[in-house]
């Protein structure tokens, strides 16, 4: 079935490490995207890539890293610098279409990271 | 001003009744609007799109667009209290941003039995 895969679903990291999420998508997406959702809040955008190779910064890019080596592929490292990384972590990807139909954004089931 | 807000909620409703949710966007160019649902815990679902004018149905979901008064809303027929969920809107940017999604911080709704 074509979807998104992220994993760990669950992950515990101790302060001053660097942890790596997966995320894997076999729905053909150019765009990727990584957002980072608190506890009753909404979503905010971490990264996102249009293409393989490229990638541009969102509102929250401090202390996190990307690559976008092949196009199914966008791991998110969330480094030592993150002050506070406890959160849900959620990739997503979107197709391009023609206007006006531009394409939806899916998502896959998410990371929840948790600093102890 | 944020790009997309919506009512934080919660909104309650009796099951059976009709819920109403509502969402406004501040760029009045935008073309593409997407409404999701997303449990406790879980990822977002997508569960509508909207591009033109008027309304979109779909089952027991109808979303609604008003592009000159730049307005998305989203009614939910015959609410189950397994709709019970946070609704997030989302708008596509266009031209410049057209690969950025913009949610809102989400409306709760608790459909009660």
């Known amino acids: 079935d074509g979807g998104i895969t992220q994993s760990p679903k669950y992950l515990f990291r101790k302060e001053g490490q660097n942890v790596t999420l997966s995320c894997e998508q076999n729905l053909n997406h150019d765009a990727m995207y990584w957002y980072r959702q608190d506890p009753g809040q909404g979503l905010r955008l971490i990264y996102y890539?249009?293409?393989?190779?490229?990638?541009q910064k969102g509102d929250i890019a401090e202390g996190y890293s990307v690559s976008r080596e092949k196009k199914e592929s966008f791991p998110l490292t969330v480094t030592s610098a993150q002050k506070n990384p406890t959160a849900f972590y959620l990739c997503?990807?979107?197709?391009?279409?023609?206007?006006?139909?531009?394409?939806?954004?899916?998502f896959g089931e998410g990371s929840r990271l948790t600093v102890l | 001003q944020k790009e997309v807000e919506q009512n934080s909620g919660p909104l309650s409703v009796p099951e059976g009744a009709i819920a109403s949710l509502n969402c406004t966007y501040s760029d009045r160019g935008s073309q593409s609007f997407f409404w999701y649902r997303q449990y406790s815990g879980k990822s977002p679902e997508l569960i509508m799109s909207?591009?033109?004018?008027g309304d979109k149905e779909d089952g027991r979901f109808t979303a609604q667009l008003n592009k000159a008064s730049q307005y998305v809303s989203l009614l939910i027929r015959d609410s189950q209290p397994s709709d019970s969920a946070t609704y997030l809107c989302a708008v596509r940017g266009h031209v410049w941003n057209f690969n950025k999604f913009y949610f809102g911080s989400g409306t709760k709704l608790n459909v009660k039995p």
């Open positions: 890539s249009q293409i393989v190779n490229d990638f």
């Open positions: 997503a990807s979107s197709t391009y279409r023609d206007y006006p139909n531009t394409g939806e954004l899916f």
């Open positions: 909207i591009y033109s004018n």
